[in-house]
Nanobody, 119 residues
Framework: QVQLVESGGGLVQPGGSLRLSCVAS????????MGWYRQAPGKQRELVAT???????NYADSGKGRFTISRDNAKNTVYLQMNSLKPEDTAVYYC?????????????WGQGTQVTVSS
């Protein structure tokens, strides 16, 4: 089992910045990809960004040029730096990771952290 705990959400004005953090604990030795997803009210959960264990990154178009994902493997932590925030970035942001055991991947989610962009 892997537990994920997010932090760093809050209320920010348009154009502002936030940095989200997610710490993994438990069976972390086999952690593979880590990432961030978000879900706005009335919408489906969507990808924000992912980062592989080797550092390869992938971003949704909505965040390219504004968001940066990074990870510290020694601390089992993934970060999401969000700049130039827009009201449409308002959502609950969820941390995600997967763990490979044999030929299977097991996915784990954090409890989510609210990000509200409003003046």
């Amino acid at each position: 089992q892997v537990q994920l705990v997010e932090s760093g959400g809050g209320l920010v004005q348009p154009g502002g910045s936030l940095r989200l953090s997610c710490v993994a604990s438990g069976s972390v030795a086999s952690i593979n990809t880590m990432g961030w997803y978000r879900q706005a009210p009335g919408k489906q959960r969507e990808l924000v960004a992912t980062i592989s264990s080797g550092g390869s990154t992938n971003y949704a178009d909505s965040g390219k040029g504004r968001f940066t994902i990074s990870r510290d493997n020694a601390k089992n932590t993934v970060y999401l730096q969000m700049n130039s925030l827009k009201p449409e970035d308002t959502a609950v942001y969820y941390c995600y990771t997967n763990v490979k055991r044999g030929s299977l991947l097991y996915g784990y989610w954090g409890q989510g952290t609210q990000v509200t962009v409003s003046s």
